[in-house]
């Protein structure tokens, strides 16, 4: 399948506004409407809501999205899980966060440069992680039914529905999960958190360097084997339509600092549109735990210097290989503040 280079450019810069923001719907002057689907599934679904809390209860390091990083006499550094949201109610710093920034020299984000034209350079230089390149289309991997909602739901993105079969199924996932809502929020202007600590951290002279690449984050999603990623494009497909109430529940975990619920939330939903749970875990590997190994890497060297600020999602830190683990194994404290 020949399509012209115009076309091709259209397509990505179109999905580096998701990539770059993928985040919570919101609506001018404060959060677009949306429910805890979490008290639905007490209400309606008690065993599996249950599940979900037993799960949460059982995740290591889930209570706390702020901590001290303390070893020695290294100047104490931080780690702060962002969730990637324009919300107010995320985007507002804490005082926790206002001590963290006035007592480092550095911040380390997953990536130092999320701007559109660092995204677009990024992703033009991996298209083949985004868009087929081998013949295969995603029409073929899809009934038609699924299909057409997928170009439904791009042309919503505006982008060109009729080019959906060029995208591989992990980017039209992450297109679903940002609603019309959010991304007006986007054109407005508004930032999600990490960005605001980006600026915030530049504006006080502090230097601001990336754990990860964009290009390194493509690939991690990009190597998820196709069946997997097509499983999970049906599961995204089955929840489209209530994309303001998945992200208001991940806000209220979030808020309510009960990211242990998090996973648990989203396999519940998994396994209500039919993905097996060995196919959400090894998705959840992939994305999440494989990438806090290499942040760990990354991140030894800025804290045996101390005074630096790690800011990454949220769901990096908690759990049995997230990084509040991986960093007590490598010999660190870390104590939760907020």
Request: aromatic share 6%; net charge neutral; proline share 4%.
């Amino acid at each position: 399948m020949k399509v012209r280079p115009t076309i091709v450019s259209a397509l990505l810069a179109g999905f580096a506004v998701c990539w770059a923001f993928s985040a919570s719907p919101a609506r001018a002057g404060g959060s677009c409407a949306g429910i805890n689907m979490l008290d639905e599934f007490k209400a309606k679904a008690p065993s599996a809501y249950a599940e979900i809390r037993s799960e949460a209860e059982a995740t290591p390091n889930s209570r706390a999205v702020l901590w001290k990083i303390e070893r020695g006499r290294t100047p104490p550094s931080y780690l702060l899980g962002t969730i990637h949201m324009t919300d107010p109610r995320v985007t507002a710093f804490t005082s926790g966060i206002e001590r963290a920034l006035s007592s480092t020299d550095t911040v380390a984000l997953e990536v130092a440069d999320v701007s559109a034209d660092a995204t677009n350079a990024a992703i033009a230089k991996a298209t083949r992680l985004v868009l087929f390149t081998d013949g295969q289309t995603l029409d073929d991997m899809l009934s038609d039914e699924e299909y057409s909602k997928v170009k439904e739901t791009l042309h919503g993105a505006g982008l060109p529905g009729d080019l959906a079969a060029m995208f591989r199924p992990w980017v039209v996932s992450m297109i679903l999960s940002v609603s019309s809502c959010e991304r007006q929020k986007v054109k407005d202007g508004l930032p999600v958190l990490d960005l605001k600590i980006a600026t915030a951290a530049r504006d006080r002279g502090l230097k601001v360097v990336g754990l990860e690449t964009i290009e390194s984050q493509l690939g991690a999603m990009a190597a998820i084997p196709d069946d997997q990623q097509v499983a999970m494009l049906r599961a995204s497909l089955k929840f489209a339509d209530r994309a303001n109430d998945t992200m208001e529940t991940l806000l209220q975990l979030y808020l309510a600092r009960d990211m242990g619920s998090a996973w648990p939330f989203h396999l519940a939903l998994a396994k209500e549109a039919g993905v097996g749970r060995q196919s959400f875990t090894d998705f959840q590997k992939r994305i999440v735990s494989d990438r806090n190994e290499q942040m760990r890497d990354a991140a030894l060297p800025l804290l045996d210097k101390g005074r630096v600020l790690i800011a990454v999602g949220a769901l990096h830190l908690v759990g049995e290989r997230g990084l509040v683990t991986l960093l007590r194994e490598a010999g660190y404290t870390l104590t939760p503040v907020e």
